[in-house]
Antibody
């Protein structure tokens, strides 16, 4: 079964760092782009960026470039999203998702279950 | 960046009736070299991740009921639910993947009348 499994919910304080993960299984991990999508409470979907684990080619949304870092470790089929200094406004559900076509930037067909990040003092 | 708009913001349809959602992009998402529209539709139910319904504007994802269909080209697209079922209550998003950032539309909430 093709799936993406994300790390668990996080409760952090402003200024703290965080790295959440997304592990792929059931397919050739290095052959599909994977992205991150933010959903703030009660709001819509925001595309953050994508990475191609085969060569770590990266594309960021201008809205998130410099605010987060996306990376991949293909040896363990895992993609990461990290912050160096969290803000309260980073409180949201974060989804990872895989592109539907091999080696092609396309639509997201497989989604992780989501990681809720809460930033509060 | 390409801007995506959807209409209406919400709609309520009787069970068994047709629901139509519109999506418009600020520039064409039709790639001339392969004649494909880089447009997808997703369904999101409360407490769940989004689910891909349609990609390439009109290709139904495997396992998606055939009451869901996508149409349109260039800048104007439509998602149609031909006969609304109770389980279709959700928020529906369009997304362009012609260029990065691959912006989502603001969403359309579908309810039962």
């Amino acid at each position: 079964e093709v799936q993406l499994v994300q790390s668990g919910a996080e409760l952090k304080k402003p200024g703290e760092s965080l790295k959440i993960s997304c592990k792929g299984s059931g397919y050739t991990f290095t052959s599909y782009w994977i992205g991150w999508v933010r959903q703030m409470p009660g709001k819509g979907l925001e595309w953050m960026g994508i990475i191609y684990p085969g060569d770590s080619d990266l594309r960021y949304s201008p809205s998130f470039r410099g605010q987060v870092t996306i990376s991949a470790d293909k040896s363990i089929s895992t993609v990461y999203l990290q912050w160096s200094s969290l803000k309260a406004s980073d409180t949201a559900m974060y989804y990872c998702a895989r592109h539907v076509e091999v080696a092609t930037i396309s639509a997201f067909d497989i989604w992780g279950q989501g990681t809720m990040v809460t930033v509060s003092s | 960046d390409i801007v995506m708009t959807q209409s209406p913001d919400s709609l309520a349809v009787s069970l068994g009736e047709r629901a139509t959602i519109n999506c418009k992009s600020s520039q064409s998402v039709l790639y001339s070299s392969n004649n494909k529209n880089y447009l997808a539709w997703y369904q999101q139910k409360p407490g769940q991740p989004p689910k891909l319904l349609i990609y390439w504007a009109s290709t139904r994802e495997s396992g998606v009921p055939d009451r869901f269909s996508g149409s349109g080209s260039g800048t104007d697209f439509t998602l149609t639910i031909s006969s609304l079922q109770a389980e279709d209550v959700a928020v529906y998003y369009c997304q362009q993947y012609y260029s990065t950032p691959q912006i989502f539309g603001p969403g359309t909430k579908v309810d039962i009348k």
